[in-house]
C-alpha cells in the first residue's frame, strides 16, 4: 500500500459502491483506522439513496481480512497499548465505531456482498457473516480462532453463525478454532460460490448489478423483513412481512415495475 492511500478505498459506479481494506502488507486486519474509516463507510451507505448495493473486498490475493490487528487494535482493547493517533482515541472514546464497522447494533437494509479474495478469519470472518451474498475464492480460508488466543469472537459471531449454520459446525469453528476451505464453507452454508481468483470480483460486480437494477425499496424491505423476522413466531412474521408490503405497495416503483414488464421495456425505478 502506498503511503498515501488510507486504509480503506471507495469507489462508486452506477448505484454500487465497492469497499477494499486496503492493508495487503498486513493481511487487511483491522487496525484503528480501517475500524473507523469501514464505520464512516457503511454509515454513509446506509444514508446514500444513489448507493443501492455494497461490495466489500480485500486488497491483494492473500486475504479477505485476517482479523483486528494482533499489534494495534486488540492491544488497545485490552488496555495493553495505550492510543496514539486520532483512530485510537476515536475507537476507544466512541463504542459505536467497532459496532457499525462489523454491522453490529446498526441497522443497514441495503444488499451487500463479500468478494472474499483469501484468507476469512477472525473479525474478518464476523464482517463476512454480516453481509448478504458471499463469493469466495477457491484458496479462501474461514476461521474462528479467537479461543485460541484466550479470546471470544465479540463482532457478532457468537450469535450470527449458529443461524447460519448448523448448530454442532458453528460450535466446532467457535471452539476448537481451526479453518474451513471454501469448498467447506459453501457445503456448510456459509458462501454461495466458490471461483476462481480472478473472477471472485467480476462475479461480485455481476451480481451487485443485477440488484443495483431491481426496485431500490423492494430490495430494502426484502433484506429488512428477513432480518427483522428471524427467531420470531411465524405470525410475527408474518405481521412484518404484511407491514413490509404496505410500504413497498404504496411506492410508484410498485407501480412502474409491473406497467415496464407489460410495455416490453426496462423499468425506471426511482426508489420510492
Known sequence: MKD??????????????????????????????IACRLSDAFAAFAEDPDQRVCILTGAGDKAFCSGGDLALTLPLLTGARSPETEWDHRVLDDPTVMSRSALRNFELNKPIIAAINGACLAGGMETMLATDIRIAASHATFGLPEAKRALIPFAGSLVRLPRQVSYCVAMEMLLVGDSLDAESARLAGLVNYVVPPEEVLPRAWALATKIA??????????????????????????ALEDAAKDRVMATSDAREGPRAFMEKRQPAYVGR
Open 4 to 33: 498515501q492511500e488510507p486504509a480503506l478505498l471507495s469507489e462508486t459506479r452506477d448505484g454500487i459502491l465497492l469497499l477494499t481494506l486496503n492493508r495487503p502488507q498486513a493481511r487487511n486486519a483491522i487496525s484503528p483506522e
Open 213 to 238: 437494477a431491481n426496485g431500490p425499496v423492494a430490495v430494502s424491505e426484502i433484506k429488512r423483513t428477513v432480518l427483522a423476522s428471524s427467531g420470531r413466531t411465524l405470525e410475527e412474521g408474518y
